[in-house]
């Protein structure tokens, strides 16, 4: 397909796997490595309903295109609409109940595309709970597309920052943070430990309400060269010195996750340590939350986000160190996530077969009179008031006259004439 063939997604797949360093799975890694074979199917033959039954495959523009409704601005899913650089779209392939989301990139962000499988396949191997996974990408001549598990209830920048009916409460605020460190956790044991642009944005919520993290911040810098698009305030120190993302980037990043989590809005991380170091813990902390949060859990939050903005990268804890101080805080394991966020649970609607129009359904939907005239005429069609065939000419003016007197009724009904609206 296009300038992508399979024999290169092929070469690809081998070369990766054999870079790829054997883990031991950790407790929380439930989705197999037996499902992380790619392929190229059909979108017809894949079963979305089961995230373990997800296989990495290349899509052909024409079912992304189908799925989005040609790219509709309507399916739009960026937080910045139509005026971010890489569209989101949501879609549904044919046949299938679940959504997909499909990250559309600029001509110029993957200009080799040998360079953007291998990175797509890289990422696409990777399958977690704590994930929105990548299924597939598509590379198709200029095109330059990844597609992912679609999360339907927002991010946490919309739940934190924008929210309409309640605030996130402290309880979930923490499983917020622990999923997100585990998604980290896994990344990095699975050799894959860069993260880029690690803001509230990245973190989406599933059908259920699960914190997930975006699979997309993991494909690396192509030819814009920005790994952050946040406020310069934000950014890790070294990053600004010399550009290059590391895995204590990430870490400081998650840190900014943090104060976002602790206080419901954005701090940038030099007023939040002045505050910290001055013990002033509690005006970090969201207003909304008076009363409902518990001190302790507060300070062990706090005191890891310190940890993370080290100016140091080598004082900062690794992966490991987040998820070990913050699953002790998960003290609601058994109270589902869309419930604490307030939300309604979604349910997949049934798939909606589409069965190819008829002949007749073809013309009718292009009201091409003269194909409708010529299947009425080869199924020797005839009204009910005679047998006498009508030429072409004036069947159509028959039809003409007829919409023509309908809409005469309509005006003068409108009109509430009702002498002439029959």
Known sequence: MGCCQSSLFTRVKETETEKQPQQQPQPYQQFHSSNNNNSTVSETEKDFSDPSSFTFSEFSLSDLKS?????????????????????VYKGRLQNQKRWIAVKKFSKAAWPDPKQFVEEASGVGKLRHPRLANLIGYCCDGDERLLVAEFMPNDTLAKHLFHWENQTIEWAMRLRVALYIAQALHYCTSEGRPLYHDLNAYRVLFDEEGDPRLSCFGLMKNSRDG????????????????NGRVTPESVIYSFGTVLLDLLSGKHIPPSHALDMIQGKNNMLLMDSHLEGKFSTEEATVVVN???K??????????????????LAPLHTKP????????????????PSTPQRPLSAMGEACSRMDLTAIHQILVATHYRDDEGTNELSFQEWTQQMRDMLEARKRGDYAFRDKDFKNSY
């Open 334 to 349: 058994d109270v589902r996530s869309h419930i604490m966020l307030g939300i309604p649970k979604q349910e997949e609607a």
């Open 304 to 306: 890891l986000a310190s």
């Open 308 to 325: 993370c903005l080290q100016y140091e990268p080598r004082e900062r804890p690794n992966t490991k160190d987040l998820v070990t101080t």
């Open 67 to 87: 799925a989005t409704n040609n790219f509709s601005s309507e399916y739009i899913v960026s937080e910045s609409g139509e005026k971010a650089p890489n569209l």
């Open 226 to 241: 920005k790994s952050y698009s946040t406020n310069l305030a934000y950014t890790p120190p070294e990053y600004l010195r």
